[in-house]
T-cell receptor, first 114, second 114 residues
Framework: EAGVAQSPRYKIIEKRQSVAFWCNPI?????LYWYQQILGQGPKLLIQ????????DSQLPKDRFSAERLKGVDSTLKIQPAKLEDSAVYLC????????????FGPGTRLTVT | AQTVTQSQPEMSVQEAETVTLSCTYD???????LFWYKQPPSRQMILVIR??????QNATENRFSVNFQKAAKSFSLKISDSQLGDTAMYFC???????????FGDGTTLTVKP
């Protein structure tokens, strides 16, 4: 079974530029999560999708971050414009459903904003 | 809002010995799920063990077991017969039973020494 795929794996941009990350979850997984993991901290949930609907985006900085899940499968996370404090690893995870179901994590995208 | 606290930023243990990682959380909910995840260096995060709050029996998975104290809001992880491959960052996570939103602690870096 293929795991959660993410691209790119690494990205370096200057502040005020835009960037987009892509995630392909495990086939059949209805729930998709985007997390931000700053160095030395635990993952922080940015947004959670159930199929193609948003379940929670309370910690998503909506003035600069946006996310969508196309047809309930792939998802993209965009930052526009980026700030220095956005430097982090962005993790995508998927699960068959919310709550007790195991979350499977992708390898992450390491973003450096200079 | 839920909070998860891991008070041990770093720990080390000798190979074959036992180590316990601490986690406390704060919530007003009566039913929820708790998880321990492992994030090896430069590798993906994987689930170690999970516990449902309504179950009094502590969860076990081979060399991994938990001590769940609901009244004290404590959820520690015990690793027996530590192996070099257990070297990783360990995250404690709380998940609510409604939308399945997860809150992670800031992690404990465990080093297993030969």
């Amino acid at each position: 079974e293929a795991g959660v795929a993410q691209s790119p794996r690494y990205k370096i941009i200057e502040k005020r530029q835009s960037v987009a990350f892509w995630c392909n979850p495990i086939s059949g997984h209805a729930t998709l999560y985007w997390y931000q993991q700053i160095l030395g901290q635990g993952p922080k949930l940015l947004i959670q999708f159930q199929n193609n609907g948003v379940v929670d985006d309370s910690q998503l900085p909506k003035d600069r971050f946006s996310a969508e899940r196309l047809k309930g499968v792939d998802s993209t996370l965009k930052i526009q414009p980026a700030k220095l404090e956005d430097s982090a690893v962005y993790l995508c995870a998927s699960s068959m459903g919310p709550s007790l179901y195991e979350q499977y994590f992708g390898p992450g995208t390491r973003l450096t904003v200079t | 809002a839920q909070t998860v606290t891991q008070s041990q930023p770093e720990m080390s243990v000798q190979e074959a010995e036992t180590v316990t990682l601490s986690c406390t959380y704060d919530t007003s909910e009566s039913n929820y799920y708790l998880f321990w995840y492992k994030q090896p260096p430069s590798r993906q995060m994987i689930l170690v063990i999970r516990q449902e709050a309504y179950k009094q029996q502590n969860a076990t998975e081979n060399r991994f077991s938990v001590n769940f104290q609901k009244a004290a809001k404590s959820f520690s992880l015990k690793i027996s017969d530590s192996q070099l491959g257990d070297t990783a960052m360990y995250f404690c996570a709380f998940r609510d039973t409604n939308a399945g939103k997860s809150t992670f602690g800031d992690g404990t870096t465990l080093t297993v020494k030969p």
